[in-house]
Nanobody
């Protein structure tokens, strides 16, 4: 069964930094591109960043140059280093597989999300 445990969120002033961590069960981590998502209050969940098993990364335009995604395959953990935080980054952050894989898991009835970690940026 897929398990995802996010941590590292908190309250930070604008311009500050946070590092998020996500411990993932091996079944999802070993064979998939991993991603960070976020959902602000009253808004839909959005894709923030992705990283392939080989380390290739991609970012949403809104975080490009400020956020860095990385992974430690030995620890089944994916990270999100967030610098120069802005009030607009306030959201609950989740990790999971890439959107295409999530779609497949949803159809198969085994899509799971972790509890997320709250990031609040004060302006």
């Amino acid at each position: 069964q897929v398990q995802l445990v996010e941590s590292g969120g908190g309250l930070v002033q604008a311009g500050g930094s946070l590092r998020l961590s996500c411990a993932a069960s091996g079944s999802i981590f070993s064979f998939n591109t991993m991603a960070w998502y976020r959902q602000a209050l009253g808004k839909q969940r959005e894709l923030v960043a992705t990283i392939t098993t080989g380390g290739r990364t991609n970012y949403a335009d809104s975080v490009k140059g400020r956020f860095t995604i990385s992974r430690d395959n030995a620890k089944n953990t994916v990270y999100l280093q967030m610098n120069s935080l802005e009030a607009e980054d306030t959201a609950t952050y989740y990790c999971n597989a890439d959107p295409e894989t999530i779609g497949t898991m949803y159809v198969e009835g085994n899509l799971r999300w972790g509890q997320g970690t709250q990031v609040t940026v004060s302006s």
